[in-house]
């Protein structure tokens, strides 16, 4: 034994024991938990296994379903259903290249795995992560089948584990080649055609077993994302996603290398789209989609999966529309080629933003219904000429910046940079109100005003409105005038207007009230999110100045409706190039007219503008499509009273003098003197409403410098300083032994310049009293002119005969001593007297 070894501590032992003893109790803790985690998962997954045990997987071919589509009465519009576009085909008829296409893209390792592929997983996996997004999905062939025919598109947990499971089972019941033709006859292509069948014939007008490699190539990358990948919607991306298609096949062996070049360098020769006999198309188009959008799948699903689709139409008024546009008289022609202009239109319900009405063009009408799916135009974007003022320009002036119905801006003509707009009609107005400015559409108030408040916040409020603007518009002030560089859609301008007429309220459009599904339970019901853009007291007055356009303005076709009615009318000039040089056109024309129910936008124009394709001169916002939207508004209050405006508690209202709006160019409030026909009631937000009374409609005052003298010829002469513009001035005399006096002049200069009148009818030798009585020449007191105070009277004494003709007197006397008569009269210029009276 080493005594000089340490001897270990009683301290150091307990320690050691008192580690493993933590040790130990870690790991028990661990091991509970991964215990108690492997038992959570089995039960979850029990769960999933539970909720999907009633599932028939051997129907997998037989859940097509007819689904049905309603109007906003419920009333049934229409089915829907995948046989029409369906083509079942064995996986025999379909040749290996197309097989093979679509595995290359889609699951290389189908024939390999089991129904779930882990190595792809964890591939798909680790792209997501360095993407930091969902970039790549890990879904075979055999999960995207049961997926499409038994789940939903969310991407969850819950539905991944669930797609795995039945997945699974699948590969137990059916061998490779009969899920392989489940899914080849199942997947949605877009344009409502599924199963490869459908799709060889509406992309190409063939059958499957027809099919290139090309075509096979392009059809099998399509699935990915119908909407993007479609040639019908994006040539582009389906040409690109065909050749990454093509390479696949090369890189697996399917294809030579030779081979893949060639499929490359073929040209593709696509079939007209087949029609789809739905009626009112493009609603339809728009409802399918959105539904498709709502519930996270593909159209296809929409087609066989037996959903209730309860839409926003109104039937009778759809028809109504429908029926409108097929009248060629209502459509001016291109006056170079007589081609009938297109139109668009949509009608939205204010208070929910739902659609009750769409015509996406003209050109696919027949009668009631449009026979084959077009462009719908209230999807695309155009320049929206003067709509946007109140939205870009007066809204937030008003909102924000304090401006009023009353307040004054400059419209002359002027240079802003490089940039010099001008008015339609040509003509300048100095200054003006900016209701008259917005009523009328005047061009450079607009942009005048859109300069002062800074294009940036016009842009900032009319954005909280759905308004796009492309980083072109940023700093351009031609935008004021609608001078987008992308445009504005129909329906984003209807919602943006619905929001004015809901108080300043803002919610998107929708077609779709509410979805069920084929057991009725209800997985969709629209609840419209609003919020508050503009205040209530701003949208009001917003909305009353654009009621002046249809009183006084632009919209003026309105009129004769008799039902309260704003509007805003645009026009676009044709662009000045070279190409229309001497050419006066039209390139678009617009009008928004709408009130607490309803907003109705029409659009006219052509899809692509030239020579052979532009309106008349003539074809403005205000004519056309005011007839259009007037006819519309007329139909629906056919029966019933139209809701007028309400005025927002907080809203001043005033009476304003007329007068001094017009001559002084101020808002004034007028006088307890005011006449009713010079007094305007304007509204006004708290803080801007004016304090300063009229001056104009008072009595008014006596002039000053009051005079009567002689002039050489011995005349009276009358002479005063005005004190007011507006005044008129009765000169009386009064003659001697009489008491009555006598209106021998009247004067009005509209000045405050002195004033000097003579007075040739008198006599000789007499005494005559003057005064002056000033009076409103439009204010009216029993019938009679409204005086003012008199002045004092003056009296003179007219000599007996012109001092003029006394100094020749005189002279003839020098001449002639004898006339000692002549000789008496004193040797003097004039004799004045004055006599103050009262």
């Known amino acids: ?174 061998a490779k080649d009969q899920i392989l033709q489940m899914y080849l006859n199942l997947i949605y292509f877009g344009k409502g055609a599924y199963g490869i069948e459908a799709a060889s014939r509406m992309y190409f007008g063939k059958s499957a077993k027809d099919l290139t490699v090309a075509e096979a190539a392009l059809l099998a990358g399509i699935p990915k994302s119908p909407s993007k990948y479609s040639p019908f919607s994006n040539m582009e991306e ?101 081609i009938p202009c297109e139109s668009a239109l949509v009608v939205l319900d204010v208070l929910s933003g739902e659609v009750r009405a769409i015509i996406g063009g003209r050109e696919h009408l027949d009668g009631n219904t449009v026979i084959q799916k077009g462009l719908n135009r209230i999807l695309l974007p155009k320049q929206p000429g003067s709509t946007i003022k109140p939205l870009l320009v007066y809204g937030p002036a008003i909102e924000y910046f304090g401006y009023s119905p009353a307040s004054f801006v400059l419209d002359a003509e002027t240079q802003f940079g490089d940039y010099q707009p001008s008015n339609f009609d040509g003509k300048y107005r100095g200054w003006i109100t900016i209701r008259e400015a917005l009523a009328d559409s005047i061009n450079v108030p607009a942009v005048r005003l859109l300069k002062d408040i800074g294009i940036q916040n016009g842009i900032a409020f009319a954005e909280k409105f759905g308004i796009p603007f492309a980083d072109q518009d940023r700093y351009s002030l031609p935008i004021a005038l609608g001078g987008f560089y992308k445009g504005v859609t129909p329906i984003q301008l209807a919602r943006a207007y619905a929001a004015l007429a809901d108080n300043g309220r803002y919610k998107d459009y929708t077609t779709i009230r509410r979805i069920e599904n084929s057991y009725g339970i209800t997985v969709y019901q629209s609840k419209p999110i609003k919020s508050q853009v503009m205040s209530e007291e701003g949208a009001f007055i917003l909305n009353d100045i654009l009621r002046s356009a249809v009183k006084n303005g632009t919209a003026t076709r309105l009129k004769d409706l008799n039902i309260p009615l ?104 007028a006088s307890p003197l005011t006449p009713p026909d010079y007094i305007i009631t304007e509204y006004f937000t708290p803080g801007t409403a004016p304090t300063q009374q009229s001056n104009y409609w008072v009595p008014p005052q006596a002039p000053s410098d009051f005079k009567v003298t002689l002039n050489d010829d011995g005349l009276p002469v009358i002479s005063f300083k005005p004190q007011d513009t507006f005044a008129a001035y009765n000169i009386f005399r009064l003659e001697e032994g009489k008491n009555t006096p006598l209106l021998i002049h009247q004067v009005k200069t509209g000045s405050l310049d002195t004033v000097e009148w003579v007075d040739t009818l008198i006599n000789r030798g007499e005494e005559y009293t003057y005064f002056i009585v000033p009076i409103h020449p439009e204010l009216e007191v029993d019938g009679q002119p409204l005086q003012g105070t008199s002045t004092a009277r003056l009296s003179v004494k007219v000599p007996p005969s012109a001092p003029l003709q006394d100094r020749q007197q005189q002279k003839g006397t020098a001449e002639n001593p004898d006339n000692s008569d002549n000789a008496s009269q004193p040797n003097s210029r004039k004799t004045v007297y004055l006599r103050l009276l009262d």
């Open 566 to 669: 704003a509007a805003k009318t645009g026009t676009v000039e044709l662009p000045d190039t070279a190409q229309f040089e001497g050419i006066a056109g039209v390139k678009d024309a617009w009008i928004v007219a709408y009130n607490p129910e309803y907003v109705v936008t029409v659009w006219m124009g052509y899809d692509n503008v030239d020579k052979q394709h532009y309106l008349p001169a003539d074809a403005v916002g205000g004519k056309y499509p005011a007839e259009i939207a007037k006819a519309i508004f007329k139909y629906i209050y056919q029966d019933r009273n139209a809701p007028d405006f309400t005025k927002p508690a907080n809203i001043i209202e005033v009476k304003l003098d007329a007068k001094a709006l017009q001559e002084q160019k101020k808002a004034l409030l």
């Open 238 to 338: 389906s040409l690109k996603r065909k050749n990454l298609v093509i390479d696949l096949m090369v890189k697996y062996g399917f294809l030579s290398q030779e081979e893949g070049e060639k499929a490359k360098a073929e040209k593709l020769v696509f079939a007209r789209p087949s029609p789809r006999n739905y009626p009112h198309r493009f609603f339809m188009d728009m409802v399918l989609e959105e539904a498709a959008e709502i519930l996270g799948v593909p159209e296809e699903a929409l087609l066989t999966q037996g959903y209730r689709i309860y839409t926003t139409l109104d039937r009778r008024l759809q028809r109504y529309v429908e029926e409108l546009y097929s009248k060629d008289e209502l459509f001016p022609q291109c006056p170079a080629s007589g």
């Open 1 to 174: 034994m080493n005594h000089n070894e340490p001897i270990p501590s009683r301290m150091s032992r307990k320690a050691k024991k008192h580690h493993r003893s933590l040790y130990r109790s870690m790991a028990i803790v661990l091991l509970i938990f991964a215990i108690t985690g492997l038992m959570s998962a089995a039960v979850y997954f029990s769960i999933i296994i539970n909720q999907l045990k009633d599932i028939d997987l051997s129907k997998i071919e037989d859940i097509q379903q007819s689904s049905f589509i309603y109007d906003m009465n419920d009333d049934f519009i229409t089915s829907i259903y995948g046989l029409e576009n369906r083509i079942k085909v064995s996986l025999s008829e379909i040749p290996d290249h197309v097989k093979e296409a679509f595995i290359a893209v889609e699951d290389i390792r189908f024939y390999k795995h089991h129904g779930f592929d882990i190595r792809r997983f964890f591939g798909a996996l680790l792209q997501n992560i360095k993407q930091r997004r969902y970039a790549e999905g890990a879904s075979t062939i055999t999960q995207q089948v049961v997926r499409n025919a038994f789940l939903t598109q969310k991407k969850t947990i819950h539905r991944k584990l669930q797609e795995i499971y039945l997945a699974y089972r699948l590969e137990k019941l059916y």
